[in-house]
């Protein structure tokens, strides 16, 4: 039985039945790892002496009844910006090398408490600042559809590892669609909650408004069994909310008959692939099919929504990477003349391109004489957003989009031209802006073998709807290739 193949709820299913034990799932994903990592690159840290440990004790819950949930016994992957007790955390960087935190994340609890399996962190953009996890002070992640080509990012490790079987399930995190954009560069399926419905307590920041942790998995039904885990209320962190109905998987269904759906104009504007955009389309007319009303309509504030979103990033970004200085926590540059110094060449020697970049726009745009010029206008910009999807949503169920202008693209072609890589962020910014729930499902594949995916944007609090869309699509779609049907890493 080729477990790697199933999905974490099917695997789930098995270790119920006692047809497979949960020792032998784990075993499954290290030895893709073995056979793969060298390769790919997804890992930064791997717990395997502590995976099969775990796996003894979870059998054990599994029987007495302690562990009761469809995803006990299932391996998981972790994005390296959320904290794990005694475990490095470096979010990629080589400022935070050797950093270990002393308490761990909201998620991880959870994790734990449904039985989970943590098999190890993975790689990502340095600060998740980055669309292709080449940022990453250890070394760059290739996309198991073709290793030539980047999975995307920031959570790029964390889609690769699934995408690969190296992992059931992963966590990653999403600012401007970093879970979403590498789902769909790596074929899987990836969601980002709404804000506030997951702890951020124990992620380390990037821009605290629009953070926010996910699932990605194989298919939506898995994604949808992740979040339940993962999402809930938590003191620790003051943008939590307290939502009443935490089961998202009750109203999957595969039938959307009479759902309406809207799809935005200005996506499907110039700067759109033609491969990615016909593969769009061809998404649309399949909902059609199924009985769903698509129609198009204007989003005015198309324009806005990168220079806004990079404006509110960088402003937090700068603010929250002040605190990497080389004093409480974190690697100290060797040779310093005076405390002003060590503060310079730690940071300079800590921090990579990409995210001095930002710093330097955020503490620009926050300086006294252009704070009301840039940010405080991008703060009023991203009312405007908000104010025309609420609008949206008054007539629509779910809002379409593609998930990605292009599909994966050769490693080193985006940090040429850093502006390119930012505008290849115009579909997914506006759901961190706007604290909106939206989903990535793959939907095609162009001429080169890589994946194409479909974004499923909802309204606050409206997971359900985006599931259950997703999973109907999905169903009447069909079965999606691995990367080694399509002619990919096997």
């Excluded at 949960?22 to 060298?38: H, N, P, S, T």
């Excluded at 006990?72 to 904290?83: L, Q």
């Amino acid at each position: 039985m080729e477990l790697e193949k199933l999905t974490a709820l099917e695997l789930g299913v098995k270790i119920k039945q006692r047809q497979v034990s949960v020792l032998d799932g784990v075993k499954a994903v290290f030895g893709q790892i073995e056979k793969k990592e060298d390769k790919v690159h997804a890992f930064l840290d791997i717990y395997k002496k502590e995976a099969y440990a775990r796996a003894k004790q979870v059998e054990k819950g599994i029987s007495d009844g302690t562990y009761k949930g469809p995803l006990a016994g299932i391996p998981i992957a972790v994005k390296d910006n959320i904290c794990i007790k005694n475990k490095k955390t470096t979010c990629a960087s080589r400022i935070l090398g050797d950093f270990r935190p002393q308490y761990q994340a909201e998620v991880i609890n959870r994790l734990e408490k449904a039985g989970m399996i943590i098999i190890g962190k993975t790689n990502m953009d340095e600060f998740a600042m980055g669309s292709t996890t080449e940022t990453s002070a250890y070394g760059i992640t290739r996309n198991p559809w073709n290793l030539s080509h980047v999975p995307g990012g920031s959570s790029g490790g964390s889609c690769a590892a699934v995408a690969a079987g190296e992992t059931c399930l992963a966590l990653g995190s999403d600012t401007g669609g970093s879970i979403r954009q590498p789902s769909a560069f790596c074929g899987v399926t990836g969601l980002k909650p709404t804000y506030g419905t997951v702890s951020r307590y124990g992620l380390v920041a990037y821009a605290s408004s629009l953070d926010q942790i996910g699932p990605v998995g194989r298919d939506v039904a898995d994604c949808a069994a992740l979040l339940e885990v993962i999402a809930g209320y938590d003191s620790k962190d003051s943008t939590s909310v307290k939502r009443r109905d935490l089961d998202f998987s009750k109203e999957m269904t595969d039938r959307i008959m009479g759902m309406k759906f809207g799809v935005p104009k200005e996506y499907l504007a110039e700067g759109l692939n033609p491969q990615v955009k016909g593969a769009f389309m061809e998404a649309l007319k399949h909902l059609t099919n199924m009985g769903a009303i698509v129609e198009f309509f204007s989003l005015k504030t198309v324009e806005y929504m990168i220079p806004a979103y990079y404006i509110i990033a960088s402003a937090e970004a700068s603010s929250n990477l002040e605190r990497f200085d080389g004093v409480k926590y974190g690697s100290r540059a060797e040779n310093y003349d005076s405390l002003h110094d060590m503060y310079k060449k730690t940071r300079t020697e800590g921090f990579g391109e990409e995210v001095k970049r930002r710093i330097m726009l955020g503490s620009f745009v926050l300086s006294s004489g252009y704070y009301d010029a840039y940010y405080l206008k991008a703060l009023k910009t991203k009312a405007l957003i908000k104010r025309e999807f609420d609008h949206a949503f008054g007539k629509y169920d779910v809002l379409l989009a593609p998930a990605a202008p292009y599909t994966a693209p050769k490693i080193g072609e985006s940090l040429k031209d850093p502006l390119a890589m930012y505008l290849g962020d115009i579909y997914t910014v506006a759901v961190n802006l706007c604290g909106l729930p939206a989903v990535s499902v793959p939907c095609g594949i162009d001429s080169q073998g890589l994946p194409i995916g479909i974004q499923m944007i909802g309204d606050c609090f409206m997971e359900k709807k985006i599931i259950r869309a997703a999973h109907a699509y999905e169903t009447s779609r069909g079965p999606y290739p691995t990367p080694a049907q399509g002619g990919g890493l096997s």
